[in-house]
């Protein structure tokens, strides 16, 4: 089964500082693996998504990830964190091999503080 | 931004009663899921949908029960209302579940408390 670790419930950076959160994936076969964003009292929206053509993903925002099989990481990363960027963070997972339905990692809030 | 609408978007009700949301997609698209999200559990999936009345359940099914009798609409009913089921509850939409890398849309959420 197929399933996604984010590594810690909430991050806190000073703004301008790096963005570093955290995702470890398990799945028995090479994922499909997305990261979203959450702003307050909204719905979920894309920020970038693997799908095995380019281990480094950009998407919107600044934001990127690095697919790393031997680690089964999908971190993401944000080299200056900006005011806006507050917001909750999920890492989810779709197996190839599996059902296709995508899973959800438990989130992390980012926090920036001024 | 995708068509999807959810309705209602807040609603307060009494154990032990009906309840029952509604999604409503423009998108034409396959996959219908419901999520709900409570603190510290992010989204776990309550039942999805790969087309007209053909449904299935996810990991927190039980209590819920789902139908979908048109592509544009699928609907998450609560039996009897309990207040374990409070959360704020999310639909979701695919163009196809048979291609892992097509990304799910988001409604704006629902906030149901059960009282």
């Known amino acids: 089964a197929q399933s996604v670790t984010q590594l810690g419930s909430h991050v806190s950076v000073s703004e301008g500082a790096l963005v570093l959160l955290r995702c470890n994936y398990s799945?028995?076969?090479?994922?499909?693996l997305f990261w979203y964003v959450q702003y307050p009292n909204q719905g979920l929206q894309l920020l970038l998504k693997y799908t095995s053509a380019a281990t480094l993903v950009k998407g919107i925002n600044g934001f990127e990830a690095e697919f790393k099989k031997s680690e089964t990481s999908f971190h993401l990363t944000k080299p200056s964190a900006h005011m806006s960027d507050a917001a909750e963070y999920f890492c989810?997972?779709?197996?190839?091999?599996?059902?296709?339905?995508?899973?959800f990692g438990r989130g992390t809030s980012l926090i920036v503080h001024p | 931004d995708a068509g999807i609408t959810q309705s209602p978007r807040h609603k307060v009700t009494e154990t032990g009663t009906p309840v029952t949301l509604r999604c409503h997609q423009t998108?034409?698209?396959?996959?219908m899921y419901w999520y709900r999200q409570d603190p510290g559990h992010g989204l776990r999936l309550i039942h999805y949908?790969?087309?007209?009345?053909?449904?299935d359940k996810g990991e927190v099914s039980d209590g819920y029960s789902v139908s979908r009798s048109k592509t544009e609409d699928f609907l998450l009913t609560l039996e009897s209302a309990t207040s374990s089921q409070t959360s704020v509850y999310f639909c979701?939409?695919?163009?196809?579940?048979?291609?892992?890398?097509?990304?799910?849309?988001f409604g704006q959420g629902t906030r149901l408390t059960v009282v």
């Open positions: 998108e034409n698209h396959r996959y």
């Open positions: 949908s790969y087309g007209v009345k053909d449904t």
């Open positions: 979701a939409i695919s163009e196809s579940g048979t291609r892992g890398d097509t990304e799910a849309f």
């Open positions: 989810a997972v779709s197996d190839p091999g599996g059902s296709y339905i995508p899973t």
């Open positions: 799945s028995s076969v090479p994922p499909y």
